[in-house]
């Protein structure tokens, strides 16, 4: 049998239990990645798992939450132990705070979004770059959008200083081996857009299994 494409790569996908991260894990499974599963839902996790080995994948489940500085260092150096690297972090976790005007929001509701869209990430980076980096193909990918919908404050707030983060290492590795990219999915019938849009017809929405193999296959499979 033909190796997959993906075949002998690690792959940490964080934000994995749903939505386009799910269907991310659940691609680069497909193609033969290993695929270490990060989400704090752990129902969602196991029906994750329960779908890579219908496909015939492979996965670890690391079920955390991504604003615990512990919690993330202690899953990199796992990984470091077990693999010596990782090759592929996809990102895809986010925090979507209660809908509320600009004048109400609430510090608990920022609190959140900054600890996970902004301070998790961050330390994220730093963790996860030198898990990558002795990979012969470094790569990190993350999911951007542009909502700037009312109500939306902390939210549209957290991730305009994600973006700037990442373009900010974006900038730094271009002439460096280790790849990032920032990527614009399609609209999608993700929880997080019921949120913004609840009522929407969802059946012009983009699949989330084709957004990922959209996005993904042309970095990872050239």
């Not at 496909?55 to 470091?80: N, V, W």
């Not at 790569?139 to 939210?155: L, Q, S």
């Not at 993700?190 to 929407?200: H, I, N, Q």
Request: proline content about 8%.
């Amino acid at each position: 049998m033909p190796l997959k494409p993906l075949s002998g790569k690690i792959a940490l996908v964080t934000g994995a239990s749903r939505g386009l991260g799910a269907a991310s894990a659940l691609w680069l499974a497909e193609q033969g990645a290993h695929v270490v599963a990060v989400a704090r839902t752990i129902g969602g996790l196991e029906e994750l798992d329960d779908r890579i080995k219908a496909a015939g994948g492979q996965a670890t489940l690391a079920p955390m939450d991504i604003s615990d500085d512990g919690a993330i260092s202690h899953l990199c150096r796992s990984l470091h132990d077990r693999w010596g690297r990782a090759d592929i972090w996809v990102h895809a976790a986010i925090h979507v705070s209660a809908l509320t005007p600009a004048p109400h929001v609430q510090v608990k509701d920022l609190d959140k979004a900054v600890a996970t869209n902004i301070r998790g990430i961050s330390r994220l980076i730093a963790n996860v770059e030198p898990l990558i980096a002795p990979s012969d193909a470094p790569t990190a990918i993350f999911f951007d959008d542009a909502w700037e919908e009312k109500y939306a404050g902390p939210y549209a707030m957290s991730k305009a200083a994600q973006r700037a983060l990442v373009q900010c290492w974006q900038a730094e590795t271009a002439k460096q081996a280790t790849s990032v990219h920032l990527l614009r999915p399609k609209p999608m019938p993700t929880a997080v857009r019921a949120r913004f849009y609840p009522g929407e017809d969802r059946a012009p929405l983009a699949d989330p299994a084709q957004e990922a193999a959209r996005l993904l296959a042309p970095i990872l499979i050239p």
